[in-house]
């Protein structure tokens, strides 16, 4: 069977950012199934375009780049375009891959989707769309998106799309939840939730190269490593490093790029934190050596109600990695957290209690390892990207057979 997934933002291994379809396409392929990806020639994190990389083969999966209006960085309107622009490109990139028996869309952007559903048309076969944020629902909470029209029209967009699509997978059961109340019968939604791939990481160790690398020897290292957009709160971290700057063993490492990594670094200089360093974007092979020589981990977004129904990847590397973790978010991703033991919840925004939550860790070590060690058994038990990569291909052989049947991950 061949599956043809069509997705703008993604990463390989090799690449800064979240590598889950990568992992779920390479179980396809072990099991004698084709895989090709179609996806924009620039990088989500940095903006730079991968000009030597339009096609090529890793671990067997097929991966071919389209041309994409470099402007991700800019203004939403100039993101649109950037979107739009891979709406088009990638139809003609996935019509390329040739026959499939499956045509998977991700969202989002909504635009992407549409592609994906134009080629299931052409070529007479099911079309999977998976729910990896709720947009346009985020995009108008975050208040990015406030043309009463625009807004009108992305929901009608989302509706389209959840009527055209043979099936929807979340990765959230928040999502879920949301995409049965908004009409979309249970039977239609599956839930392969975020997880990481444990064998990834190595909790035991210590990172001394990279601590070296960044005079970090001696300190008590908290990392942020992600996204830097306006939805990840980064300006919260920085405000608790400045209660903390006094505190020369306490230091924070900031991984990651975005939209907003320059205003982040303005910010850093104006509050003078000789407390924080900025590493770049890190490669997901990479990820495990940055967390290895962190002692505590960070997640943040704004305090914005629709936050509360998502599971950020970064949360579950940090488990799996065996590192505690202060939680600014609240809602599902703090209930796997608080049921794993695996870190401590602060109110989102709060720069005071996530700064007294970084001292609470350091101050007792034997604590903070009592969390990692338990968050990363948490992991392996219900989040452990091996047993969603097989739930994910039992998925596709039943949709690709013209059949229909709801796949529910166990959650912790």
């Known amino acids: 069977m061949h599956v043809v997934l069509i997705h703008q ?65 800019k203004s939403f309107v100039w993101r649109v375009l950037s979107f739009l622009s891979f709406m088009v490109t990638s139809v003609w990139g996935a019509w390329r891959a040739g026959p499939v028996d499956l045509v998977m869309g991700t969202s989002p952007p909504l635009f992407q989707g549409c592609s994906a559903w134009l080629i299931s048309v052409l070529r007479r076969r099911p079309f999977l769309l998976e729910i990896r944020d709720l947009w346009p629902e985020f995009a108008i909470d975050i208040g990015v998106l406030t043309n009463p029209l625009l807004i009108a029209m992305a929901r009608w967009l989302e509706r389209f ?22 009409g979309v019968p249970a039977a239609k939604v599956s839930l392969i939730a975020n997880g990481a ?36 709160d980064i300006p919260t971290i920085l405000r608790a490093a400045r209660r903390l700057k006094e505190d020369d063993s306490v230091h924070f490492v900031l991984a990651g790029d975005g939209k907003e990594r320059k205003n982040n670094q303005r910010l850093a200089e104006e509050l003078e934190l000789t407390n924080v360093t900025y590493v770049g974007t890190v490669a997901k092979e990479k990820m495990a050596e940055l967390l290895a020589a962190s002692d505590a981990c960070v997640a943040t977004l704004k305090d914005i109600p629709m936050f509360r129904t998502t599971y950020p990847n970064k949360v579950f590397d940090y488990m799996a990695a065996g590192r505690p973790i202060v939680l600014g978010i609240d809602g599902v991703i703090r209930q796997v957290v608080e049921n794993a033991g695996g870190g401590i919840f602060v109110p989102p925004g709060n720069d005071e209690k996530l700064a007294a939550a970084v001292l609470r860790l350091k101050d007792d070590p034997q604590a903070a390892r009592q969390m990692g060690r338990e968050g990363r058994e948490h992991v392996v038990e219900y989040f452990n990207r091996e047993h969603q990569a097989q739930e994910f291909v039992l998925l596709i052989e039943h949709l690709a057979r013209g059949e229909s049947e709801p796949v529910t991950a166990s959650v912790g």
């Open 9 to 73: 933002s993604f990463v390989g291994p090799g690449e800064p950012g979240g590598t889950r379809h990568f992992e779920l396409a390479s179980r396809w392929v072990r099991e004698g199934h084709e895989f090709t990806i179609v996806t924009g020639d620039c990088n989500v994190l940095t903006g730079d375009r991968l000009v030597n990389r339009r096609r090529e083969t890793r671990d067997g999966v097929r991966i071919f780049r389209t041309y994409t209006f470099r402007s991700l960085h």
């Open 197 to 232: 791939d444990p064998e990834m990481f190595h909790p035991d160790k210590t990172g001394a190269e990279f601590r070296g690398r960044w005079n970090l020897d001696g300190k008590f290292v908290v990392t942020y490593a992600g996204a830097m957009g306006l939805a990840n």
């Open 161 to 182: 799309l959840y009527a055209r699509a043979d099936h929807l997978l979340v990765n959230s059961p928040a999502y879920r939840d949301y995409l049965i109340e908004h």
